[in-house]
Nanobody, 123 residues
Framework: QVQLVESGGGLVQAGGSLRLSCAAS????????MGWYRQAPGKQRELVATTTSGGSPNYADSVEGRFTISRDNAKNTVYLQMNSLKPEDTAVYYC?????????????????WGQGTLVTVSS
């Protein structure tokens, strides 16, 4: 089995910073794209940022210039550095990863989600 474990959420004042981490574990052959999504109360889940296996980032317009996504392939970990946080950034943040898993006799392509971590930005 493969799982993603997120950490780093919490309460911060507007203008502050937080760093989220997401570590993949289990029977992992390779990790392709990894990313962060968020879901605010009453809203649909939306993309925040993604990164390819080579580290090329993609950001939502709403976070461009404030958030930075990075990854450590050796640790199968993706990070999200969030600066200049705004109250509208308040949401549950979910990690997502495309993983090739060795199943004992064959490989399987998996899309895995983390359990989510709450980020609350107070005004």
């Amino acid at each position: 089995q493969v799982q993603l474990v997120e950490s780093g959420g919490g309460l911060v004042q507007a203008g502050g910073s937080l760093r989220l981490s997401c570590a993949a574990s289990g029977s992992i052959f390779s990790t392709n794209a990894m990313g962060w999504y968020r879901q605010a109360p009453g809203k649909q889940r939306e993309l925040v940022a993604t990164t390819t296996s080579g580290g090329s980032p993609n950001y939502a317009d709403s976070v461009e210039g404030r958030f930075t996504i990075s990854r450590d392939n050796a640790k199968n970990t993706v990070y999200l550095q969030m600066n200049s946080l705004k109250p509208e950034d308040t949401a549950v943040y979910y990690c997502n990863a495309e993983i090739v898993s060795w199943m004992g006799s064959s490989y399987r392509y998996l899309e895995v989600w983390g359990q989510g971590t709450l980020v609350t930005v107070s005004s």
